[in-house]
């Protein structure tokens, strides 16, 4: 059974930094591709960024314009994100998931970017 555990989010000003990390478990998680997806209150999930089971490459959706890099140690089944120079756009729960559509995804976590 995928469990996804999501953590790192916080409170941070327009410009900080955040990690995000996922936590895996209950499936062969490195032959899975990880995403990231992020929703806000009264909308859908969003895709934020994917990485292959290799992590040979990463993907970003066109709103990350360098500012996040997803990363995973498939030693310790974790996934990483790393959020710098935060907007207030970026104000969201995020989760990790199976696929773009948030399978798996766990209780998420809150990004707050305010000033």
């Known amino acids: 059974q995928v469990q996804l555990v999501e953590s790192g989010g916080g409170l941070v000003q327009p410009g900080g930094s955040l990690r995000l990390s996922c936590a895996a478990s209950?499936?062969?998680?490195?032959?899975?591709?990880i995403y990231w997806v992020r929703q806000t209150p009264g909308e859908g999930l969003e895709w934020v960024s994917s990485i292959p089971p290799d992590g040979a490459t990463r993907d970003y959706a066109d709103f990350v314009n360098g500012r996040f890099t997803i990363s995973r140690d498939n030693a310790k089944q974790m996934v990483y994100l790393q959020m710098r120079n935060l907007k207030p756009d970026d104000t969201a729960v995020y989760y990790c998931?199976?696929?773009?559509w948030g399978s798996g995804r766990g209780q998420g976590t809150q990004v707050t970017v305010s000033s």
């Open positions: 998931a199976t696929d773009p």
């Open positions: 209950g499936f062969t998680f490195g032959s899975y591709r």
